[in-house]
């Protein structure tokens, strides 16, 4: 079975800082790699994914995230964060199948909290 | 112009009641899911239709009935509500064989 871990529940940081949000997945078999992002009170956003190719991947907002096969790992950075990009972070995996469907699981989440 | 739209956007009732969560996609996706998510951020998928039919049932209790009258609404019915049924509930839709979900803005349940 595939497992998602965020080792990171909460990450404060100041704008302009760097950031970066650890995600970490298992897995035997190939799996697709995705950021989630979740603003207060909303439904979540699509940041980047990771289907196959280049392993550094950019995302909306700033975001890129890097697969490492090896360290099975899809770690989120941005260079420098706003106070707009206060929000919960997931990372997620789908095992393709090509089904019909995709069944996403999902971390347990990072909430990125930008203070001034 | 919504992409995925649910209603109610907040549902509080008393334990053993019936509700209903439905939810609209006006993408043309022929999949749609409901995920819950708990107290704690925890996300985690309930059931996922492909075009009317039942594609993925997750260990739910079957107190809870999704139906999909057609590909473009997928409703969650909830029998005798109970307190841990107590969560935030999403509904997504994607295209046929692509791997990106369209989330809604949530439900939010809260069970007294």
């Known amino acids: 079975a595939q497992s998602v871990t965020q080792l990171d529940s909460q990450v404060p940081v100041f704008e302009e800082a760097p950031v970066e949000l650890r995600c970490n997945y298992s897995?035997?078999?190939?799996?697709?790699l995705f950021w989630y992002v979740q603003y207060p009170n909303q439904g979540l956003q699509l940041l980047l994914k990771y289907l196959s190719g280049s392993t550094l991947v950019k995302g909306i907002n700033g975001f890129e995230a890097e697969f490492n096969k090896s360290q099975t790992s899809f770690h989120l950075r941005k260079p420098s964060v706003h106070i707009s990009d206060t929000a919960e972070y997931f990372c997620?995996?789908?095992?393709?199948?090509?089904?019909?469907?995709?069944?996403?699981?999902f971390g347990t989440g990072t909430l990125l909290a930008v203070q001034p | 112009d919504t992409a995925v739209s649910q209603t109610p956007k907040y549902l509080v009732t008393q334990m053993g009641n019936d509700k209903s969560i439905k939810c609209e996609q006006n993408l043309g996706h022929d999949t749609m899911y409901w995920y819950k998510q708990d107290s704690k951020k925890f996300l985690k998928i309930m059931f996922s239709?492909?075009?009317?039919?039942?594609?993925i049932n997750e260990t739910v209790p079957n107190r809870f009935s999704p139906k999909s009258p057609d590909k473009a609404h997928l409703n969650l019915h909830i029998n005798s509500l109970e307190l841990g049924d107590s969560a935030v509930y999403f509904c997504?839709?994607?295209?046929?064989?692509?791997?990106?979900?369209?989330f809604g803005s949530g439900t939010q349940l809260s069970v007294l």
């Open positions: 997620a995996v789908i095992v393709p199948d090509g089904g019909a469907t995709n069944k996403l699981i």
């Open positions: 897995s035997s078999v190939s799996v697709y």
């Open positions: 239709y492909n075009n009317k039919e039942l594609i």
């Open positions: 997504a839709s994607s295209p046929r064989g692509n791997e990106k979900l369209f």
